[in-house]
Structures are given as structure tokens and as C-alpha cells.
């Protein structure tokens, strides 16, 4: 017989496979077969996972069950029960490393699309516009690989789209998020989200995109720097509890997954649609910092590129392809 189990080393098969059999024994022979090593082998693959904090319980008679697990973002606990096609077939984790989109964009040319790359920190998180995205382990640090057909000019739509899928993500937990040009995602107007959008390319020809995404999920607030506290929140501030991280992952790559097949095989009218239906940026006045200048304006609206419409104090209407927006109180 068969066990329900995917890809990986064999400690990470052996753990899918528990996972995928919560609930239920899976036989120690049974394990050994599927994975053609001994029984004394998938015990010592067994007290591995113990020592990462895995609990699983044995008998002699019917074998190994898993009962509870550590908050980690481990692939075997992602892929087991992942309902997507590409997004999250193959993940790439790590305990610390420097950004998790400079490893995405150093593999990007070698890897299938909708690989991910995740940490539980970053030392060197990179945030947009050149600045530090403060990673500790309790966040969400993922990066996604993508590889859409379509001129470099319209890459600012894959970020867009990615803000759909967190915010619905983040709905899906019972949150009001909404999303603040071109890429933040808020709760009760605090940033609880960034994405950060790199890409590869040629002349006419996107050969790769990063999308990098940073969810302050399971992180105190207090421990965010001063200058942060009043403008940030996390996910576990706004519920009062933590959340199972691995279901936010899993929800998050289903929602990317769809709403990337959707643009690809029906355009970017309906993603942008909704990001317009959850934009918390749409009538708001606001301050727009370019590289080159600032501009002060009401924002009446997004082009179906995602670049945001101003409409200044002269009742001019300016398009703003790529900036920092800032909401004005009125
Ligand atoms: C922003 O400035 O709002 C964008 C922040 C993006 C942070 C994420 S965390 C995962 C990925 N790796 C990085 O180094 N940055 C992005």
C-alpha cells in the first residue's frame, strides 16, 4: 500500500507523512518499505523530528502518530494538504538567512515558477525604496518565484496582484485588510504587510519575478522599534492570539496561485477591480514622494497598469507609476 506523502529528504517524507495521516498509526514497516530503508532508520529519522520539537507518539504494535507540532514554517508541513497546482511545489527553507528574495533571485533562473523560498528570519531583510525590513522569527518571510509572459512595463501588476492575495488571505482570518498604494497591506490603517517586487529582464522580456512578501503575523508589537508602533500592527495584535502560520502560508499560495492563473488567462481587469474594492488609498488625500518630486492631491483612482491617479490642488490629474504614498489626515 501506498502512503500519502510528496516530495523531500526522507525525514521530511517521513513527516509529510505523518501529517498527512494525523490522527491515524502509520506502521514502522509500512514507512521503511515506501521509502526503502530500514526500521531502525526511520526511528532515528523519528527522534530527529522529536528533537525539532515534533510530538509524536509511539506503539510497538501499530506504529508512529504525530500530535502536535512546533510554529514552524517547515515545507513538509506546508506541502501536506496544499491544494495548488505550481505555487509552493517546491519550497526552500531556512532558519536565518540574509533576504529571502536575494536567494530567489539568485535561483530564479534554475527553478520551476512557483517555487518559494522561506525564513523564519532575515538578517538583511530588504524593504522597498532601499530601506531595512525588520524580520524576526514569529513573521512571515517568503519569497515567490514567477515567470509571466509579459513586457517589463507592466511587471508593477504582479505586485498588485500579490496585495489582492495577501489582503483576502488576511480576510479569510476575519481581518478588515485593506490595501494602501501600491503595495502595503493594512489592518484598521496600520501596516501589517509589505511586498517588495524585483524582477529580471530583458529589453521586451520579463525572464523572472520576485515577489517578495513580509507579514508581521505572530510578532509582538512591542517589540517593534518606537517609530514603527503607531503606524504597524501584526496579526496577533490585531486577534488577540497566534496564528497557525502554516495555514496562513498554505491559504496565501492558494489565493496567489488563482489569482495569477486568472490574470493569465483573463487579463488583469478583475484583479484590478478588486484591489480597487479593498484599496484603503482611493479618496484618500494624500502626499506622493517620487524620486524626482513631491505632490499633494486626492487619490481618485488606479489605470489598469495599477498606477495611481492624483488629482492636485489645481484639479490637474497626475499618474503616478512608482512612489511612496503617504494618507493625509483631512
Ligand atoms: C516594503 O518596504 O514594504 C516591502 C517589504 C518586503 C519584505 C519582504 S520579507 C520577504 C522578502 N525578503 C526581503 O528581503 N524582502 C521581502
Same mark, same amino acid.
Given at each position: ?85 505550481m505555487m ?16 530567489a533571485?539568485?535561483?530564479a533562473?534554475?527553478?520551476e515558477e512557483g517555487t ?28 515567490v518565484v514567477l515567470k509571466p509572459r509579459m513586457q517589463p512595463l507592466h511587471a508593477p501588476r504582479i505586485t498588485l496582484l500579490a496585495?489582492?492575495a ?31 517586487t524585483e524582477i529580471g529582464a530583458e529589453?521586451d522580456s520579463i525572464q523572472y519575478v520576485v515577489v ?10 512591542? =517589540? ?32 496567489l496561485e488563482?489569482l495569477y492563473l486568472k490574470f493569465q488567462n483573463e487579463g488583469f =481587469?478583475?484583479i ?17 514622494? =517620487? ?14 497598469d495599477g ?24
Amino acid at each position: 500500500m501506498k502512503i500519502k506523502g510528496k516530495t523531500g529528504t526522507i525525514k521530511d517524507k517521513i513527516l509529510e507523512n505523518l501529517i498527512l495521516n494525523r490522527g491515524k498509526y502509520v506502521s514502522g514497516e509500512m514507512l521503511a518499505s515506501e521509502h526503502s530503508v530500514s526500521r531502525a532508520a526511520i526511528w532515528k529519522h523519528v527522534q530527529a523530528l522529536r528533537d525539532e520539537g515534533y510530538m509524536i507518539k509511539s506503539s510497538t504494535k501499530e506504529g508512529y502518530t504525530i500530535v502536535g507540532s512546533p510554529d514552524v514554517l517547515a515545507p513538509a508541513e506546508i506541502k501536506a494538504g496544499l491544494k495548488t497546482r505550481m505555487m509552493g511545489k517546491n519550497i526552500h527553507y531556512f532558519k536565518e538567512t540574509e533576504s529571502t528574495n536575494i536567494l530567489a533571485r539568485d535561483m530564479a533562473g534554475s527553478v520551476e515558477e512557483g517555487t518559494v523560498v522561506i525564513a523564519e528570519s532575515q538578517t538583511g531583510g530588504r524593504g522597498r525604496m532601499g530601506r531595512k525590513w525588520i524580520s524576526p522569527e514569529g513573521g512571515i518571510w517568503l519569497s515567490v518565484v514567477l515567470k509571466p509572459r509579459m513586457q517589463p512595463l507592466h511587471a508593477p501588476r504582479i505586485t498588485l496582484l500579490a496585495g489582492v492575495a495577501v489582503a483576502k488571505t488576511i480576510r479569510e482570518f476575519g481581518l478588515p485588510a485593506k490595501i494602501k498604494w501600491p503595495n502595503d497591506v493594512l489592518i484598521n490603517g496600520k501596516k501589517v504587510c509589505g511586498i517588495l517586487t524585483e524582477i529580471g529582464a530583458e529589453m521586451d522580456s520579463i525572464q523572472y519575478v520576485v515577489v517578495g512578501v513580509g507579514i508581521d503575523a505572530n510578532v509582538d508589537t512591542e =517589540t517593534f522599534p518606537e517609530e514603527f508602533r503607531d503606524t504597524s500592527t501584526s496579526l496577533k495584535n490585531e486577534l488577540g492570539c497566534d496564528i497557525n502560520r502554516v495555514e496562513f502560508v498554505q491559504k496565501l499560495l492558494v489565493e496567489l496561485e488563482a489569482l495569477y492563473l486568472k490574470f493569465q488567462n483573463e487579463g488583469f =481587469t478583475s484583479i484590478i477591480e478588486e484591489w480597487r474594492m479593498m484599496s484603503a488609498t482611493i479618496g484618500e488625500w494624500v502626499k506622493i514622494t =517620487t524620486q524626482s518630486r513631491i505632490m499633494y492631491g486626492e487619490a481618485v483612482g488606479v489605470d489598469s497598469d495599477g498606477a495611481l491617479i492624483l488629482e492636485t490642488g489645481e484639479g490637474r490629474l497626475e499618474k503616478i507609476v512608482a512612489g511612496n504614498c503617504e494618507h493625509l489626515r483631512r
